[in-house]
Each structure stands twice: as C-alpha cells, then as structure tokens.
C-alpha cells in the first residue's frame, strides 16, 4: 500500500499587530493577509509580532539596532527562524509606508504588508545585500503578495 504524504491543513497563529502610530490601518486585513502568506509559503508554525511606528520610533530602532541615524521601511528581529518554523518581531514604519504609497498609487495597507512579507522571507533565508539577491526577495515578495490576491506591489510601479 502507498503510503500518501499530507499536507499540513493547519493555520498558523494570526499575528500580533500592535500601532504605535496616528495612522489608520486595517489591522483585520493586514493579519488575514500576513496569515494567507504563511500558509502560502508552507510555513507550519508561526510567531510574528507587527509592530507599526511612526518615523520617530523607527528612527530610534534603526539607530539602536543597526547604527544607522534616520527611519526606514522595516527592521526584522528574528529569532531562529527556518523554512518550516518562524519566530520574528517586524517592526514597519507608517510614515514610511504612508508616502510610498502615495508615490506608487495604492494604499498604505498594502505598503505595509509588502513590508512584513520582506520580513518574513527574511527568515525563510532570501536577503538583499546584493543585487542578484535584491532582485530574487522583491521577486518572491510579488509572487507570495500576487498568490493571496492583492497582486504585484514591488515591481508594479518600478
């Protein structure tokens, strides 16, 4: 008898999302959505904490933990992440989110959740420090944004 291998049905944990921010941000969306994109990447257990700032507390955070004065988009904290397993605090900046958007023609929402995805395939092993592997992660982040049914968000605008 052959034996038949299953596939996990299991969904991961929603994410904890906390705003420290003025912003409004549909927090519903953005969980359904980072959730939709773990199962997507086959990712059978999850801890993701969201963490949304403002560019004054992103700017402290990049000071603090990467040497760098001034905001950016997202800082990945991961902790022992893998392919199968992530274990991560992502924090994205609104500020940053918010005129990016307004730039590219969509909404901040989907800036923020291209942010997190960047973060989460941080822990699944794609980088960006060179141009070869720039490309492969904005890539990736598309084809996981375009499988859970918003569409291409890195290279729509590019």
């Known amino acids: 008898m052959e034996e038949q291998s299953e ?8 994410p904890q999302i906390t705003t420290d921010c003025d912003g409004t941000v549909d927090v519903l ?4 959505k980072v959730q939709a994109a773990v199962v997507f990447l086959g990712v059978e257990q999850s801890n993701i904490s969201i963490r949304i700032v403002d560019d ?4 402290q955070l990049h000071h603090e933990y990467s040497g760098v004065d001034g905001t950016t ?9 893998g392919e199968q397993a992530i274990d991560v605090d992502i924090a994205v900046c609104f500020d940053v989110a918010s005129h990016a958007a307004q730039t590219r023609g969509h909404s901040v929402d989907r800036e923020l959740l291209l942010y997190v995805i960047h973060g989460i395939l941080h822990c ?7 141009e070869s592997a720039h490309q492969k ?3 990736e982040e598309d084809r996981v944004l375009q499988a ?11």
């Open 56 to 59: 004054a507390t992103m700017s």
């Open 124 to 130: 699944t092993g794609f980088d960006d420090h060179n």
């Open 137 to 139: 992660i904005h890539a």
């Open 7 to 14: 596939q996990s049905t299991e969904v991961p944990p929603e």
């Open 73 to 81: 988009d997202v800082l990945t904290f991961d902790h022992g992440s």
């Open 29 to 32: 969306w953005l969980k359904t």
């Open 148 to 158: 859970i049914g918003v569409g291409a968000t890195w290279s729509s605008n590019r």
